[in-house]
């Protein structure tokens, strides 16, 4: 007998804990044991200003809701920027509505207008639309990232640097307003779908991500372009959003920043690319400082607390805001408070057209 309960121990055992090893990645959830200090802001040292919102509703409702999450967060501006469609009328009546809700508080930008690409006279009549919206209140020009990757006329796609839109970019060099352009997405969403790429778990999770199986052109192919059209228009001031997806190469951004002049960058969806290089991240926006801006993208009110943990505390091993933007933690980079100040508002006051001043520290 003894005999025999020993030879089924092990096989006992295997039996226990046979769901604990076929437990999946999604379902793994350590709780980590590690003790330290752990800062947990949910308002940011000094006051902001967000460049990367996207807020189509502008109801009074709305507004209301806005202004009371911004006065939580010490969020002294938004910049509204839709994602597309966001022309014309749309632009005047949210101009309106957000400035008479709420003054000094809300800003807006515009969108191209992208009907009837193929009519010889497009760049003309876009052109022209680009200067309405900025006669009616417009501070800057957004950009989102189908523009290359699906926007597309009877001869294929339209690549980044297409030469019809060069009158829209001249008129943003006219009046000195930005443009916040988002080409792309992460390297990791268009290499292949394996055990060695990072992105694995976002690829199983949100498969229309999978740009390896439904494009025909890669990611080197979009930045490329994105980078020619930087240097082909060096009076128009581009603001690179994302980090220009490059979070994962600070080197290479780096010497993109040194070479282009009138490149800056926002770092909306990369706090698990920064996070987890806090040294190097620290050390880029020490010298970058006069480049960088605050953006955050997707609005969720408790997502901003991750960023004033990273960017102002030396915490160490926190969560990420989506486990699928990679698999590890985060290390604040801890930030002087000159280079904050810089991040926050500085720079974007000096860069947008007409922002209001008051209520940023000098």
Known sequence: ????????????????????QTMS?????PKSTLRGPAHKPTRAKFPFIDVHNHQRDVSPAKLTQLIKDMDSLNMGLLINSPVSRGHGKWVAD???AMK????????????????????????????????ADIQAGAIGLKIWKHFGMTLSDSQGRIKVDDPRFDPVWA?????????????????????????????????????RRNQSQQTAFTWEELI????????????????????GWLGHDLGRLGELLDRLPNVYAEIGAVTSELGRQPRAAHRFFVKYQDRILFGKDAYNVSEYHVYFRLLETEDEHFDP????????????LALPDDVLKKLYYKNALRIFPGLPADGFPQ
């Not at 005999?3 to 226990?16: G, I, Q």
């Not at 990645?25 to 959830?29: A, N, P, S, T, Y």
Request: aromatic share 10%; with cysteine; proline share 7%.
């Open 171 to 207: 008129v943003c060099a006219k009046h000195k307003i930005p443009v916040l352009i988002h080409t792309a997405d992460p390297w990791g969403l268009f290499q292949p779908m394996d055990k060695h790429n990072e992105r694995w778990l976002e690829l199983k999770l949100q498969v």
């Open 94 to 96: 949210a101009v309106t």
């Open 25 to 29: 990645i999604e379902e793994f959830e």
């Open 321 to 332: 805001i989506r486990k699928y933007h990679g698999i590890w933690k985060l290390y604040g």
């Open 224 to 243: 490329e372009e994105q980078h020619r059209l930087f240097a082909k228009h060096p009076q128009t001031t581009f603001i690179n959003a994302h980090l």
């Open 100 to 131: 008479g809700h709420a003054p000094g508080r809300f800003a807006v930008m515009t969108n191209l207008d992208e009907s009837n690409l193929e009519d010889p006279n497009y760049p003309a009549r876009a052109a022209a639309q680009l200067e």
């Open 1 to 20: 007998m003894r005999r025999f309960l020993l030879a089924t121990l092990p096989l006992l055992a295997a039996a226990v804990l046979a769901p604990a």
